[in-house]
């Protein structure tokens, strides 16, 4: 098992920007595609945006242009830099690992971080 400590998030008005962190111990060898998904209040869990390995990045389309997803192998850390943040990004903010495509019951996660952005 990977194990995920988050860092990062908070409270920020609309328009500002906030930066989550992500480091893994635990089975390293299992560190592999590694992202973020959020869950809006009210709302099922969705993906943000992904990366593996090598640095190839994916972003849902709310996200691209004002997301940057990145990890730094050595530290065993993916990062997300969020920019022009909207309230509707407002949500609880959990790091994965896994693989690209997420099956049920499969993947690490971290604990959690919520997310606010005001109007």
């Known amino acids: 098992q990977v194990r995920l400590m988050q860092s ?3 409270l920020v008005q609309a328009g500002g920007s906030l930066r989550l962190s992500c480091v893994a111990s635990g089975n390293i060898g299992r560190i ?3 992202g973020w998904y959020r869950r809006p209040p009210g709302k099922v869990r969705e993906w943000v ?3 593996g390995r090598g640095g190839d990045a994916v972003y ?3 996200a691209k242009g004002r997301f940057t997803i990145s990890r730094d192998n050595a530290k065993k850390t993916v990062y997300l830099q969020m920019n022009t943040l909207k309230p509707e990004d407002t949500g609880v ?3 994965y690992n896994g693989a690209w495509v997420l099956r049920e019951g499969e993947g ?3 604990q959690g971080t919520q997310v606010t952005v005001s109007p």
Request: hydrophobic content about 40%.
């Open 32 to 34: 592999n595609v590694m």
């Open 49 to 51: 945006a992904l990366i």
């Open 93 to 95: 903010y959990y790091c």
């Open 60 to 62: 849902a389309d709310d």
């Open 8 to 10: 990062g998030g908070g």
């Open 108 to 110: 690490d996660w971290g």
